[in-house]
């Protein structure tokens, strides 16, 4: 994670804090997926779910 | 209603009086407006007001019907919206400083819709900066304040819609909902807000907060009124490709079903957020009342939500970063919390926002075998907790931790509802020792916004909190 690397730049103590929000966020989302998703599982089902359970 | 401040008067009697020939849309518009002399002042809902071209609206839709002609159920009824949906032509700001002068250069379809309805606008309405906020500040146009009580929040994102609708400046409103941004307004300032499923309504020309996420809906003083102008909204657009095609029900002509026979599952959820003794009774109280009226009311066991917090959170954040790039790489001028809130959706691998995008459908599988098992609809609070000062959560000014903690907290049982997809309507429950709205969430199946509709109709049918009028 480099200031360089994308969209707008940013000092050392908020590159920091950042780093720590980020790594929060990608360990839930990565864990989260390593518990439900698989291969087959794309974006688009979550509209095909609830045009199938609609009442 | 020659004797009754017709601005007093819900939508639906509003309209149905002009339709009928006892009452003019000149007249409604001109009773708004003196209600806007009066509380534009304590509220600051306004950020545009439109007067003489909506007395040349109103004028020409007295005419229409002079002439026999009642363009649709919301004819000659004065609305004014969120200061985020397109009028072409004309400035929308976003309750942004980047935009203060921008034109916008196509009509969002609610609105729309909403002209062909027959609706008389009478402006638009502050919000928090590009619809990123729970609590109504705004640093580029000051804070929106609660009709109840000056020094408290009305709630955000779309503050001015919850005030203005409140305190009886206009007859219903747009607002907008990402994590709460309709709910959180119609509870904390005492009137109704739906967060329809997603895709029943167009988001097209509406200012995004995250494409995935975001959902266009009223806000209003009564369930019926609500159902009516959701009836206009609803339905598919081909300028967003997100809507669905599913037919529209006549929502109004099923309000009248009552709740007898109904499965409510009650949801105090201790586990997710703290819950102020208060709110709690309220919403347990609002339960006790569905059960009198014939419904079956069981405890529901809600999910889980700390995984779906986070995968909303890596959602909205990269949406929101890649929309603001230029303006955030140009350090255009937003409030700290607003760009802060973003920044971190430019250091979030793209995998890990399409797995959080993956896991919708599972999330939303989850909720409806768990808390919507064997049950028509989960009632839960809106807001956990009584209705905070404009002071107390500024974070632009103090930003300590506290604060902060307690602006995150205020969307807790809102949010998960946007990333569920599910509809959620939000209804006046009750008032807190300060005298500020509590409101109730109604959670149902997808497209089953009929349904919610229903019970809210019956609770307000048994109850007054909506007829309450802040002084």
């Known amino acids: ?55 | 209603m020659s004797d009754v401040d017709p601005a007093l008067a819900d939508l639906c009697t509003t309209a149905d009086a002009i339709a009928a020939g006892r009452l003019t849309s000149v007249q409604a518009v001109e009773a708004c407006l003196v209600r806007i002399e009066a509380w534009q002042p304590r509220t600051n809902a306004f950020l545009r007001l439109g007067r003489e071209k909506a007395l040349d609206q109103a004028r020409a839709m007295d005419r229409e019907i002079a002439a026999g002609r009642r363009r649709g159920p919301l004819h000659g009824v004065p609305m004014a919206h969120k200061d985020m949906y397109y009028r072409k032509g004309e400035i929308s700001t976003g309750g942004s400083a980047i935009r203060r002068d921008w034109v916008a250069p196509v009509t969002a379809t609610a609105l729309q819709k909403l002209d062909a309805a027959g609706v008389v606008e009478l402006g638009f309405l502050n919000m928090a900066e590009f619809a990123a906020g729970p609590t109504g500040h705004n640093v580029h146009y000051g804070p929106c304040r609660n009709p109840w009580d000056p020094t408290r929040v009305t709630g955000g994102s779309s503050s001015g819609s919850g005030a203005a609708v409140a305190a009886r400046m206009i007859h219903g409103a747009l607002g907008s909902d990402t994590g709460g941004s309709i709910r959180l307004p119609a509870s904390a300032c005492g009137v109704v807000g739906m967060k329809a499923t997603y895709g029943r309504v167009s988001r097209a020309g509406a200012v995004a907060r995250s494409w995935s996420l975001d959902h266009v809906g009223p806000l209003t003083r009564t369930v019926r009124d609500n159902a009516r102008m959701l009836g206009v909204l609803a339905g598919p657009d081909p300028d967003d490709s997100t809507t669905s095609e599913r037919p529209v029900p006549d929502y109004e002509a099923l309000l009248a079903g009552g709740v007898a026979g109904l499965a409510i599952g009650l949801a105090l959820p201790e586990a997710l957020v703290p819950l102020d003794p208060q709110v709690g009774a309220a919403v347990q109280a609002a339960a006790d009342m569905l059960g009198r009226l014939g419904a079956r009311v069981v405890p529901a066991r809600l999910p889980d939500f700390t995984a779906l917090y986070r995968a909303a959170e890596v959602i909205v954040k990269c949406e929101a970063a890649a929309m603001h790039r230029p303006w955030m790489e140009a350090d255009a001028p937003y409030a700290n919390q607003v760009r802060s809130r973003a920044e971190a959706g430019y250091f979030i691998p793209a995998t890990h926002y399409i797995d959080a995008l993956r896991l919708r459908a599972h999330f939303t599988r989850e909720f409806l075998d768990t808390a919507m098992a064997g049950v028509d609809a989960v009632l839960l609070p809106a807001i956990p907790f009584p209705i905070p000062t404009i002071a107390e959560t500024d974070v632009e000014a103090s930003g300590g931790p506290a604060t902060l903690k307690m602006v995150a907290s205020f969307t807790g049982l809102t949010r998960p509802f946007n990333t569920l997809g599910l509809p959620a309507l939000s209804v006046p429950c009750g008032f807190d020792t300060n005298g500020a709205p509590i409101g109730l969430q109604l959670v149902g199946r997808p497209f089953d916004e009929a349904l919610l509709y229903r019970v809210g109709h019956a609770y307000q049918g048994a109850t007054d909190h909506h007829r309450r009028v802040p002084t």
Not at chain 1, 6 to 25: H, N, S
Not at chain 1, 44 to 54: C, D, G, I, T, V
């Open chain 1, 1 to 55: 994670m480099t200031p360089e690397f994308d969209g707008p730049t940013f000092d050392d103590k908020r590159l920091a804090e950042l780093k720590e929000e980020v790594e929060i966020l990608c360990k839930a989302v990565l864990d989260a997926s390593r518990a439900r998703l698989a291969f087959d599982d794309e974006p688009a089902a979550f509209a095909s779910l609830l045009a199938r359970e609609a009442k």
